[in-house]
């Protein structure tokens, strides 16, 4: 199974302030279709998980442009050009390459 | 609107058996790859099962093989997942998405315990 580790576990963030999250897998992500299957999500705090990003750089419908991917291989980064409230919640990398899907642990964000 | 709605969630006790529903609303269904994802309370996201837009191909996480299955009817726009055997460690919310986690439900709680 392909291990997703995400770091850091916690980040408390100043309302404004940049944060980025890093998630690196145990094995490349690159499919044999030359796509590589890795998203971001998020989970406000009571709510079903949300996608952010989706094949490393892609942002999903709706989703401020503040929030940006990037990556390959096995080393990926979400990136949160200015923190504001509402980004408040864990935020998770997933590899969707090869069964069976796995997850990060999630990050937690939190404001200062 | 686009929406996935989870039902059958509740308490059971160890061993006991609890099928799962998801009914899709707002997107053609039959199109789309479809997942369970489950959550352990205060834990992250485990993926459980996909099956393929025809039911044709259906994969699991080796903790729930040969107790879960999970199958769909594209003609009642739904998705299941039968869960026999049920452990404590099954404990969580179980969310139904596609397979590319762009739409989500609200998850329902499935508690195992005596």
Redesign the interface.
């Known amino acids: 199974d392909i291990v997703m580790t995400q770091t850091p576990l916690s980040s408390p963030v100043t309302l404004g302030q940049p944060a980025s999250i890093s998630c690196r897998s145990s094995q490349s992500l690159v499919h044999s279709d030359g796509n590589t299957y890795l998203?971001w999500?998020q989970?406000r705090p009571g709510q079903?998980?949300?996608?952010l990003i989706?094949k490393i750089s892609n942002r999903?419908s709706g989703v401020p442009d503040r929030f940006s991917g990037s990556g390959a291989g096995t080393d990926f980064t979400l990136k949160i050009s200015r923190v504001e409230a509402e980004d408040v919640g864990?935020y998770?990398c997933?590899q969707?390459t090869q069964?069976?899907?796995?997850?990060?642990?999630?990050t937690k964000l939190e404001i200062k | 609107e686009v929406q996935l709605v989870e039902s059958g969630g509740g308490l059971v006790q160890p061993g006991g058996s609890l099928r799962l529903s998801c009914a899709a609303s707002g997107f053609t269904f039959s199109s789309y790859w479809m997942s369970w994802v489950r959550q352990a309370p205060g834990k992250g996201l485990e993926w459980v099962a996909n099956i393929k837009q025809d039911g044709s191909e259906k994969y699991y996480v080796d903790s729930v093989k040969g107790r879960f299955t999970i199958s769909r009817d594209n003609a009642k726009n739904s998705l299941y997942l039968q869960m026999n055997s049920l452990r404590a460690e099954d404990t969580a919310v179980y969310y139904c998405a596609t397979h590319a986690f762009d739409i989500w439900g609200q998850g329902t709680m499935v508690t195992v315990s005596s």
């Not at chain 1, 079903?48 to 996608?51: A, D, E, G, Q």
């Not at chain 1, 069964?99 to 999630?106: E, N, S, V």
């Open positions: 998203s999500l989970q079903p998980p949300r996608l989706y999903f864990v998770y997933t969707a069964f069976p899907y796995t997850f990060g642990q999630g």
